[in-house]
C-alpha cells in the first residue's frame, strides 16, 4: 500500500505529479481558506506525511495522535509554526524550502524598503484618489536610500541577499546576528554590530531574524526609543518578534518615522488594526516569496522533501537531521 500524503492547502497539480508516483495525495480542496484545525487532526492520524503552510500550528497535542506520520514538509523557509522538539524525539523529519526564496524575499524586502522611504504606495494612492492637483516642491517628499545606513537583524541567507542590494545603493551595512557572518564582511562590506548599536546607529532597521525564544518582542518600547526619530523599520520575518501596540505608540508619536511590515502577530490581520490606520504603515500581507517561479519552485521542493523521506533517502532540506541518523 502507498503511503498516504495530506497537503493542508490547494498546491498547483503540476508540483505535486511527483508525490503521486509513490502516494496517495490528498489535498485540502481550498487555496485561500485554510484546513479547520478539526480535519488536519483526523488526517494527521493516518497521514505518512503532511505537507503544511505556515498558517497550520502543528504542536505536540496533534503529533502525539500522528501515529504514522514520518515527514512534516512545511511550505516555507520558517518553521516556528511547528514545534520541532516534539517532532524529534517522535522520529518525524521537518522539512523547509530555504535557499529558493531567498532571492526573492530579498527582493521584496528591498522593494518594501523603498516603497515605504519614497512613499510609493501612499503616492500612488494620491493620484488614483485625484488628489493631485498640482507638482510642488515637497510633494510626497521621503527620504533617500543611498549612501544611508541599513542594520540586517538576522543575516541569513535572506539578509546576505538584502545586504547585497544595499551594495548597490551604496549604503553602509551593519548587520546583528548570533554569530558573526565573516563572508558578508569580506565581500560585502559589512559591519557587524551589537543589537544596541545597530538599533541607534541605522537608518533603515530591517528584520529577517526568526523567530525564536529570543527573537520574541525582540522590537518592543524600549528598542524603538533607542532609533533615529527619523528610523524606519523592516519587518519580513515574522509578526512575534515586534510589540505591535508599542510599534503603533512609535509611529504615532514620531518616535520613529515609519515600518514596512510584510508579517503580522495575528495573520491576517484585522482590517480595523490601529497600524493600518497610518500613512507611514506599509502593510503587506506576507508576501516575501510570493513570486510565481519561486512559489512553484517552493512547492516542487516541498514535494521532493516528502517523497526522500517516505523513500529512505536524504532530502534536499530538513530541519532536525537528527532524525535521520536515529
Ligand atoms: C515565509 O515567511 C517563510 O518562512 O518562507
Ligand atoms: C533563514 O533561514 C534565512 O534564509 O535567512
Given at each position: 500500500?502507498?503511503?498516504y500524503?495530506f497537503?493542508?492547502?490547494k498546491?498547483?497539480?503540476e508540483?505535486?505529479?511527483?508525490l503521486?508516483?509513490?502516494?496517495?495525495v490528498?489535498?485540502?480542496?481550498?487555496?485561500?481558506?485554510?484546513?479547520?484545525?478539526?480535519?488536519?487532526?483526523?488526517?494527521?492520524?493516518h497521514?505518512d506525511?503532511?505537507?503544511?503552510?505556515?498558517?497550520?500550528?502543528?504542536?505536540?497535542?496533534?503529533?502525539?495522535?500522528?501515529?504514522?506520520?514520518?515527514v512534516i514538509?512545511?511550505?516555507?523557509?520558517?518553521?516556528?509554526n511547528?514545534?520541532?522538539?516534539?517532532?524529534?524525539?517522535?522520529?518525524?523529519a521537518?522539512?523547509?524550502?530555504?535557499d529558493?526564496?531567498s532571492?526573492?524575499?530579498?527582493d521584496l524586502?528591498?522593494?518594501?524598503?523603498?516603497?515605504?522611504?519614497?512613499?510609493?504606495?501612499?503616492?500612488?494612492?494620491?493620484?488614483?484618489?485625484?488628489?493631485?492637483?498640482n507638482?510642488s516642491?515637497?510633494?510626497?517628499?521621503?527620504?533617500?536610500?543611498?549612501?544611508?545606513?541599513?542594520g540586517i537583524?538576522?543575516?541569513?541567507?535572506?539578509?546576505?541577499?538584502?545586504?547585497?542590494?544595499a551594495?548597490?545603493?551604496?549604503?553602509e551595512?551593519l548587520?546583528?546576528?548570533?554569530?558573526?557572518?565573516?563572508?558578508?564582511?569580506d565581500?560585502l562590506?559589512?559591519?557587524?554590530?551589537s543589537f544596541?548599536q545597530l538599533i541607534?546607529?541605522?537608518?533603515?532597521?530591517?528584520?529577517?531574524a526568526?523567530l525564536t525564544?529570543e527573537?520574541?518582542?525582540m522590537?518592543?518600547?524600549?528598542?524603538?526609543?533607542?532609533?533615529?526619530?527619523?528610523?524606519?523599520?523592516?519587518n519580513?520575518?515574522?509578526g512575534?518578534?515586534?510589540?505591535e501596540?508599542?510599534?503603533?505608540?512609535a509611529l504615532?508619536?514620531?518616535?520613529i518615522?515609519?515600518a514596512?511590515l510584510?508579517?503580522?502577530?495575528?495573520e491576517?490581520?484585522?482590517?480595523?488594526?490601529?497600524?493600518l490606520?497610518l500613512?507611514?504603515?506599509?502593510?503587506l500581507?506576507?508576501?516575501g516569496?510570493?513570486?510565481?517561479?519561486t512559489?512553484y519552485g517552493?512547492?516542487?521542493l516541498?514535494?521532493?522533501?516528502?517523497?526522500?523521506v517516505?523513500?529512505?533517502?536524504?532530502p534536499?532540506?530538513?530541519?532536525?537531521?537528527?532524525?535521520?541518523t536515529?
Amino acid at each position: 500500500e502507498k503511503p498516504y500524503v495530506f497537503i493542508t492547502r490547494k498546491v498547483p497539480e503540476e508540483t505535486v505529479k511527483p508525490l503521486e508516483d509513490i502516494a496517495t495525495v490528498h489535498m485540502w480542496s481550498s487555496e485561500e481558506e485554510p484546513v479547520p484545525p478539526d480535519v488536519l487532526l483526523e488526517e494527521a492520524k493516518h497521514a505518512d506525511a503532511l505537507y503544511t503552510m505556515l498558517s497550520e500550528r502543528i504542536d505536540d497535542s496533534l503529533l502525539e495522535q500522528a501515529d504514522n506520520l514520518k515527514v512534516i514538509a512545511n511550505l516555507a523557509v520558517g518553521y516556528d509554526n511547528i514545534d520541532i522538539s516534539a517532532a524529534t524525539k517522535r522520529g518525524i523529519a521537518v522539512c523547509n524550502t530555504p535557499d529558493i526564496l531567498s532571492d526573492t524575499t530579498a527582493d521584496l524586502t528591498f522593494s518594501l524598503l523603498m516603497a515605504t522611504a519614497r512613499r510609493i504606495v501612499e503616492a500612488a494612492q494620491y493620484i488614483k484618489n485625484d488628489q493631485w492637483k498640482n507638482w510642488s516642491p515637497l510633494l510626497m517628499a521621503g527620504t533617500d536610500i543611498h549612501h544611508k545606513t541599513i542594520g540586517i537583524v538576522g543575516m541569513g541567507r535572506i539578509g546576505s541577499a538584502v545586504a547585497k542590494r544595499a551594495t548597490g545603493f551604496d549604503m553602509e551595512i551593519l548587520y546583528h546576528n548570533r554569530s558573526r557572518k565573516r563572508e558578508v564582511e569580506d565581500q560585502l562590506g559589512a559591519t557587524y554590530a551589537s543589537f544596541d548599536q545597530l538599533i541607534q546607529k541605522s537608518d533603515y532597521v530591517v528584520c529577517l531574524a526568526p523567530l525564536t525564544d529570543e527573537t520574541r518582542d525582540m522590537f518592543n518600547q524600549e528598542t524603538f526609543s533607542k532609533m533615529k526619530s527619523s528610523a524606519i523599520f523592516i519587518n519580513a520575518s515574522r509578526g512575534q518578534v515586534v510589540d505591535e501596540t508599542a510599534l503603533y505608540e512609535a509611529l504615532s508619536n514620531q518616535v520613529i518615522a515609519a515600518a514596512g511590515l510584510d508579517v503580522f502577530r495575528e495573520e491576517p490581520i484585522a482590517s480595523d488594526h490601529p497600524l493600518l490606520g497610518l500613512d507611514n504603515v506599509v502593510a503587506l500581507p506576507h508576501i516575501g516569496s510570493a513570486s510565481l517561479e519561486t512559489r512553484y519552485g517552493m512547492a516542487n521542493l516541498a514535494s521532493r522533501n516528502i517523497a526522500a523521506v517516505l523513500s529512505g533517502r536524504t532530502p534536499e532540506a530538513i530541519v532536525n537531521d537528527s532524525v535521520l541518523t536515529s
